[in-house]
């Protein structure tokens, strides 16, 4: 299974931009989905996810409010829309899929439970 992130780029703080996960075939109708990020010199760290089967969503606290995550069957992608930006966003944004649902924050944020990894796509937030 192969994941493709993108959409990432270059904004002013207070900005947005929108992420998108892609997949190949149909990994989104059975896995559930997350967004981490790895700012420079830091551990890699959870933002946001998308359960499997009840759809529910869970952010990491320090972007709750600003950040939606949400599936686009349609299209097979799973995106971030990430508003309000400031500096501290700065990071590889990667997106993830593990099978199973989503019960909690905690859950949601275990890194080895993901089994596919896209290649991460960059976003830059300017002061």
């Known amino acids: 299974v192969q994941l493709q992130a993108s959409g990432g780029g270059w904004v002013q703080a207070g900005g947005s931009l929108g992420l998108s996960c892609a997949a190949s075939?149909?990994?989104?109708?059975?896995?559930?989905v997350g967004w981490f990020r790895q700012a420079p010199g830091k551990e890699r760290e959870f933002v946001a996810a998308?359960?499997?089967?009840?759809?529910?969503?869970y952010y990491a606290y320090s972007i709750e409010g600003r950040f939606t995550i949400s599936r686009d069957n349609a299209k097979n992608t799973v995106n971030l829309q990430m508003d309000s930006l400031i500096p501290e966003d700065t990071a590889v944004y990667y997106c993830?899929?593990?099978?199973?649902?989503?019960?909690?924050?905690?859950?949601?944020?275990?890194?080895?439970?993901?089994?596919?990894w896209g290649q991460g796509t960059l976003v830059t937030v300017s002061s």
């Open positions: 998308l359960s499997l089967g009840d759809g529910r969503t």
């Open positions: 075939g149909r990994i989104f109708s059975r896995s559930s």
């Open positions: 993830a899929a593990r099978t199973g649902g989503l019960t909690s924050v905690t859950h949601a944020s275990i890194k080895k439970s993901y089994h596919s």
